[in-house]
């Protein structure tokens, strides 16, 4: 199973860096998802098929509302997981980053496990490091911090307690 997803990230990968599949992706993959969501019963994205992927479960810095996103994430090798702000190579911040930052302490389900989370900023000293992890799971990930012109938000999800399965 690992070499078939390792085939189909080695030939998606490059289509996901094109500028049609970021036009569209924007749109069509959170549709995609939530259509996912009510087969796999929340479990896991859509995405999770090919890269390890969770569900951030944010409090909205302004709104205060609750705000659930998919994301890839790339396990740091020390129990945490790591998430970019790519936002498909957007020039804005994806709301997700903003939210982390005004209220760090999330929630993430990952094959369906809730945890309780605690977002910390990777600062500059160890960015290299986390986008060489990032890009050993999916090559070439990187590029969309190139192409947005705008330092790609990243964070380390620490846990802090198990909340459950869903």
Known sequence: MTTIRQTLRRLLAPLTQTAAFRRVGRRLMPMLERAFAVIARGRMPISGILVPSLT???IGARSGAVRDVQLMYTPDGAGSAIV????????????????????PDAEIIVRGRRLAVRAEPIGDAARDAAWARIEAQWPNYRSYERESGRTVRLFRLRPVRELGRI
Not at 86 to 99: D, E, I, L, V
């Open 84 to 103: 970019a702000g790519t936002n498909f190579a957007g020039s804005r911040h994806p709301a997700w980053t903003t939210n982390l930052r005004a209220h």
């Open 56 to 58: 951030l479960r944010t």
